[in-house]
């Protein structure tokens, strides 16, 4: 059941970054960026980019207000002092003389201020639990609704003392907590002092309750606005408010709405009168979520990964800055605006929904308010009716294939080849609206029809079956679509700075990760040595980089399969993880090879089936349990072979890596980060994107991080052969580089790798490939950390012409396309550099958390970093002259490029300096933080 709207006169959600401090009319006001969200499932991820977040809090989880926290937002509850509304009262007992008149407008009862009944129950009904909640700031609301029984007089008076007197019992009974007021103009003059601000709405944009109609606010209702709103701000040094109100669908009034507000000197909020979309302030969030829907009930064991939208749109989505959020279409789909909440809505169903009804429905009324629809394959419900009409198109269905002929296509088409399908009847369409454009054209040559099986709108586009790819074999496709331009032009998406998760200080991450298997085989080897120890002589000792190593406790501890090798395995991984470019992690205590097997089932200790299939090792007496594989392995790591000071940092799904949203619950509870699954192993003789996996898979509330690159089973045929096809994984590294740089460089491999010479040799061609790129090596809980704050990190476009960066302390790297210039260093804050590569234009952050980023035409003539293959500890620009910066690379030599360096001294103290035209080039021989200051005359 959805969770009901407080009462909808004013919102503004406002968001500290530091602590308030009252301003007095002789300071600058304070101009916080203010939202205001009284919908259902909070965006936490756009609202926390807001110093100031009045929300709805019946409709707010305690996770979710501490997401609203995250950036230093100060979230503010919304409270109805006026008023009760008809959703709050079934429960709520008040003496008669409290609630004495009717808001027909709103369905609520107006309450009587003066009433001591009436403020016992906002005191301890209404605000305590907000406090004990852990709210610190309130929006009061309904404060003048008085004037419906007592509009002036002495009776107005009455009313507006008490209202005095209950801001000045909240205090009492609250120190500290910070209240945003809803007009109150007639007391001001009295509280200014113990309140943060003053909103009001419909300054210049409004909306009629009683019509349902939006328009321009007459001059005169304006005029008198402004004149309250100057005082708030003139007289009394108070931020000041301006809700407005646009269609949910007019994003660019909006905006020019907001610009409007911000001129006049106020702080603007644009939204629908409702309050349940994203809108307009001093930032506008960028929406890098796209709601993904996929058919649970029509997907191979539900799993989403195993869905077309999951395996080939999301790379392609990620790759433009936007993670998928998914949504089973057979479930509750959310009722708020989503235009502003996410960039659009994408689908690939393979067959007719069986809620086709309900869906359609849900479809027309959000693309009706301006939410854009990338639908691919089959749409799953006719596009026929009010939606079709909508959309443009009328819909011709039972097509032959083999009459219909291929007359024109665009560059949308034939991205890697293009083929006309086998013949399956299909459904196609006639373009019968406005505005859209055919990127294929075929003729149906019995009816001598035009018609479209690929086009894009104002509503979007769709990409109809089975002309978006060329299929080969089950496991073989290609595409005849662009994905990344017709999700570009489906959705419209905006030219923004991209979070990028590959990139770092110029440089491309670099990650090794070996997974536990098989560290109690034996070589086919002389001496027949185990495989930990020939990884650990000619591996691990010999390629001193970050590496994440893990181990299966079913095969090294006394519980497991071969407790016989105990005296010599555990020993053994002691001395792997002693090594300090080594981390340490957990590859699980029986490996499961199909998790949801075993969790659906709780199988028991073989992990046999009805059928005998084993779902996992058959360690004798073993029960599955979740706790058991993550908790337990942990534990036994940490207790028996990390060093004392290095405990367990990652766990490395093993199987079908199909984690539960249960396992990765309580992976997050320990503390540990994750990785493994996905199937990058995309070759020069099948180079397709299509083998490109996405970098996330959302369960619940958290995520699973893919490896980068699949590992060397996939390249060897499960290693029956060739045993050294693994080598071809650098031709994975260069395919996922260019023409886009798509995924960071993972050497990814099992401990079996070392059991024969042809695989071993292999490794170390991938090593020697490797250390010839210009990357950034780092462990793989770091590269984590990167990939899921990516996730959630915040990019908003200011009114300023800026763009504000949230959340961007482990992900450090924005990509901007060529034409929006260069980073501005003279105006922007929290950057550190910028480097031209041939994937891109990547901007390196300081690591400080919040940037902001501004542009120019030109190249930055200020020192600046431009490469490193290190991470930025620390970052000071103490002047336009000056600037003082400390880097680290982890386990190897510190190498560093400086850019705009001519005329400026460059204090590195251990370090061989080389001047190449601007730039002055750093070499460091020992892997240490080190510190670098750079001294310029004024320029």
Known sequence: MEKPFCRLILGAVITLCQPFIQAQATEPV???????????????????????????????????????????????????????????????????????????????????????GWQDFLIEALIRPLWETGYRGLFLDTLDSYRLFAPEGAAAERQQAALIEIINRIHQEFPGIQLLLNRGFEILETVHDDIIGVAAESLYRGWNPATDTFGAVPEADQAWLYQQLSRVRDQYGLPAIAIDYVPAANRELARETAQRIHAEGFIPWVSVPELNQVGVGLIEPIPRRVLVLFDKEKTEAGELANTNAHRYLAMPLEYHGYGAEYRDVNGELPSDVLHGRYAGVVTWFNDSLSNGATYHAWLRQQMENGLRAAIVGNPGIPLSGALGSLMGLQELNGLAAQTLTVIDHDALLNFEGFSQPSPLPQTSYRLVGDGLTAHLTLRDDNSGDTVVPIMTGAWGGLASYPWVFQEATEYQHRWNLDPFAFLTRALALPEMPVADAT?????????????????????????????????????????????????????VGAEGLY???????????????????????????????????????????????????????????????????????????????????????????????????????????????????????????????????????????????????????????????????????????????????????????????????????????????????????????????????????????????????????????????????????????????????????????????????????????????????????????????????????????????????????????????????????LHYRQPRPERIEVTCAVR
């Open 30 to 116: 304070l101009t916080p960026s203010v939202s205001f969200y009284y919908g259902n499932d909070l965006p936490t991820e756009l609202l926390s980019q807001f110093d100031w977040i009045v929300v709805e809090a019946a409709n707010v989880d305690a996770t979710e207000l501490r997401l609203l926290k995250q950036h230093g937002g100060q979230p503010l509850a919304y409270v109805s002092i006026g008023e009760l509304d008809a959703w709050r009262g079934a429960d709520v007992t008040l003496p008669p003389t409290a609630l004495v008149a009717k808001n027909e407008a709103w369905n609520s009862r107006v309450a009587d201020l003066t009433d001591p």
């Open 503 to 555: 990139t770092e200080n110029g440089a491309r991450y670099w990650m090794t990760q070996i997974d536990g298997d098989a560290f109690v085989s034996r070589a086919d080897l002389p001496g027949t040595p185990f495989t930990g120890e020939k990884m650990l002589s000619d591996i691990l000792m010999r390629y001193q980089v970050p590496t994440t190593v893990s181990i299966i406790e079913g095969e």
């Open 563 to 921: 407790p016989q090798y105990r005296e010599v395995l555990e020993p053994l991984a002691r001395r792997i993880f002693a090594l300090p470019w080594v981390e340490v992690a957990t590859h699980t205590f029986s490996h499961p090879f199909e998790w949801e097997s075993l969790v659906e089932g709780e199988m028991a200790g073989q992990g046999e089936t009805s059928a005998g299939f084993n779902y996992n090792m058959p360690i004798p007496n073993y029960r599955f349990s979740l706790e058991r594989e993550i908790a337990g392995s942990t534990d036994y790591i940490n207790r028996h072979l990390a060093p004392a000071n290095k405990p367990v940092k990652m766990v490395l799904w093993t199987g079908n890596t199909l984690p539960p949203e249960k396992a990765l619950a309580i992976a997050d509870e320990l503390g540990l980060r994750n990785i493994n699954g996905g199937n990058t192993s995309v070759t020069h003789s099948n180079p397709t994107m299509t083998r490109v996996s996405p970098m996330l898979r959302p369960q619940g509330r958290y995520l699973q991080v893919y490896a980068p690159q699949i590992n060397e089973n996939v390249y060897t045929n499960n290693m029956l052969g060739p045993l050294w096809g693994y080598r071809r994984a650098i031709e994975t590294y260069q395919i996922t580089d260019h023409p886009r740089r798509l995924k960071p460089i993972d050497v990814y491999y099992h401990f079996y790798s070392a059991a024969s010479p042809g695989a071993l040799r292999a490794l170390h061609q991938v090593y020697e490939y490797v250390e010839t790129q210009e990357t950034l090596p780092l462990f793989a809980s770091d590269w984590s950390d990167v990939a899921t704050q990516w996730y959630s990190t915040g990019i908003a476009r200011r009114l300023d012409g800026g763009w504000q960066i949230r959340g961007a302390d482990h992900m450090r790297t924005l990509r901007i396309p060529s034409a929006m210039g260069w980073p501005d260093l003279n105006r922007s804050s929290g950057v550190a550099g910028v480097r031209d590569l041939p994937s891109g234009r990547y901007v390196a952050l300081t690591g400080q958390g919040d940037a902001e980023v501004y542009f120019t035409s030109t190249a930055p003539s200020l020192p600046h970093l431009r490469h490193a293959n290190g991470r930025i500890q620390a970052w000071q620009a103490t002047s336009p002259a000056r600037l003082s910066i400390s880097l680290a690379a982890q386990q190897v030599p510190l190498t560093v490029e400086l850019g705009a360096t001519q005329g400026c001294q460059v204090s590195a103290p251990g370090a061989r300096q080389e001047q190449r035209g601007d730039s002055t080039f």
